[in-house]
């Protein structure tokens, strides 16, 4: 939501907001789960998931975003 | 025979030996009982052994597998932090299916404890609620081994009675180490006990020696243990 706010606010482009995902998507996840809620990764490491799938991941998904949002 | 076999573990904090050369034995069936003073290092050897912790040395393996990350961990140990875990803004029912199979999800949502709670968000919980919701969820886990790291914390006395009870009867297809402030409970609890003392762990053969420790008084032990 705060990626598509800020993508508007800086131009609109569907390629924008996709940047905008890439870049606010690891910064709330490291303000969420490594500053503010930390015992909450052990959610996922009990699920076999560890901060580098976890991270991965975020990263993956901000990638396709930004792939999907710049083929529109 | 799938045993968890931990071995050479070391921990140091600031050149400070915390856990030296730890060597700890645990089968399916049993719950190993871990004591000590606050800040003996209980928590820190749960974590080393999880994989959330690194340490100067460790072995830990499960049958045959060698666990060296949480990721080779997967579906073999899961660890109750000392701390509420589960995330917030997500529905109780939802957590459920998301950590457990089905065939477990539809036991915990039979559950009197849980039923209450399957449509209320994690924020919306009491502290005693979530850590029945936690303890639950770990042991139904499709897992091998579970660490309980302080699992009664925050918990009433009839809850705990309760989970005291479930973990006996769901022992049978699981290995426990649990910890926990309260020793009563771990003591009444384990199968063997072990006592972390100056980064050496100690296993206890008479319960007798918990007199000597500080960790029973005389007239529990008389009344409960030694008959």
Known sequence: MISIVIGILLGGKFSTIGFCFIIIAPIIQYYVYEIKHKNEYYFYYN???????????TFIIALINLLILSLI | MNGLHIDSLTK??????????IFLSCEKGKITGLIGRNGSGKSTFLKIV????????????IGKKIIRNISDGRNLINYLPQDNFLPNNIKISTLIKLFLSKENSDILFKNEHIIPLLNKQNQDLSGGEKRIVEILLIIHSDTEYILLDEPFNGVSPIVRDYIIEYIKKMKLNKGYIITDHDYENVINLADSILYLQNGYLKEINDKSELVELGYLTKTTYNNTYSK
Do not use: P
């Open chain 1, 47 to 57: 699920l076999g998931l560890g901060n580098l799938e976890l991270w991965a991941s």
């Open chain 2, 12 to 21: 140091k904090y600031n050149n400070k030996v915390i856990l030296s050369d």
């Open chain 2, 50 to 61: 999880f994989g959330t912790e690194k340490a100067e040395s460790k072995f830990v393996r």
